[in-house]
């Protein structure tokens, strides 16, 4: 059983960066899809990025296009998600989630396919 730990939320303010840390023990996040979803009060949780198995390839929603990075260490069993260029529209809770995928360059954008999840972590982004 996979299981997820966010790290590195907090408070900051609009045009700044935030990194946020998604570590996996109990199995390898390179043998798996790995996304960050976000949801904020009031809202259905959304997409915002994510990377095929092994790196083969990331997808993000054209929200955070542009401002929003995913990568990953294998080494240490980690994703990050780095956050430029924040907006107050980006506070939220964010989630990593992780997917079993039968291709290397599927990146799931549906949270239904996502098998593991974190319990989250918040970023508030003031004006």
């Known amino acids: 059983q996979v299981q997820l730990l966010e790290s590195g939320g907090g408070l900051v303010q609009a045009g700044d960066s935030l990194r946020l840390s998604c570590a996996a023990s109990?199995?390898?996040?390179?043998?798996?899809?790995v996304g960050w979803f976000r949801q904020a009060p009031g809202k259905e949780r959304e997409f915002v990025v994510a990377?095929?198995?092994?790196?083969?390839?990331?997808h993000e929603a054209d929200s955070v296009k542009g401002r929003f990075t995913i990568s990953t260490d294998s080494d240490k069993n980690t994703v990050y998600l780095q956050m430029n260029s924040l907006k107050p529209e980006d506070t939220a809770v964010y989630y990593c989630?992780?997917?079993?995928?039968?291709?290397?360059?599927?990146?799931?954008?549906?949270?239904?396919?996502?098998?593991?999840w974190g319990q989250g972590t918040q970023v508030t982004v003031s004006s």
């Open positions: 109990g199995g390898k996040l390179r043998e798996l899809a």
């Open positions: 989630a992780a997917a079993n995928v039968g291709l290397s360059w599927q990146i799931p954008t549906d949270l239904d396919h996502y098998n593991y």
């Open positions: 990377v095929a198995r092994s790196g083969a390839g990331s």
